[in-house]
Structures are given as structure tokens and as C-alpha cells.
């Protein structure tokens, strides 16, 4: 399974470490996944997602019924 996010479409992003003696190899930043799991009253069935914290909060501050339906609309699979 991809390291993405089903909301925000977060990914990891990707850079250098760079040592005190400026050495630079190759790294990347994962974003904080969380497993979750809401229950959808239009649906009438729990649904469980893979979410970044930030949209954790997004869903807390939207609701879940608006973010389940713009992920439908985009055709996101739940």
C-alpha cells in the first residue's frame, strides 16, 4: 500500500540529509499516517481510511459526510 493519504493526497516528500561534513544522501520525509476508522450516516456503514493528521482535523472541522462526499466525487474507493 502506497504511503498516500485518501484526503489531502499527502505523499512523502523527498531531499538530502546533509552531514556536518555537508556529505549528502538521499532521503525522504513520510507524512503521519493514521489508520481510522468513522462511521458514515449517508452511508449507514463504517468506512476505514488512511489519513494524514491534517486531515484528521479537516474532517473534524468539515464533518464527515462533506469529506466522504468529495472523495466519492473524485472517485476515490472506500
Known amino acids: ?37 468513522y462511521w458514515v450516516p449517508s452511508l449507514g456503514r463504517k468506512v476505514k481510511l488512511t489519513l494524514s493528521a491534517k486531515a484528521i482535523k479537516t474532517i473534524d472541522k468539515r464533518g464527515i459526510d462533506a469529506v466522504v462526499a468529495e472523495m466519492l466525487a473524485r472517485g476515490e474507493k472506500l
Open 1 to 37: 500500500m502506497s504511503k498516500r493519504c485518501q484526503v489531502t493526497n499527502t505523499k512523502p516528500g523527498y531531499g538530502n540529509s546533509v552531514s556536518h561534513s555537508q556529505r549528502k544522501t538521499r532521503r525522504r520525509w513520510e507524512p503521519n499516517l493514521q489508520v481510522k476508522h
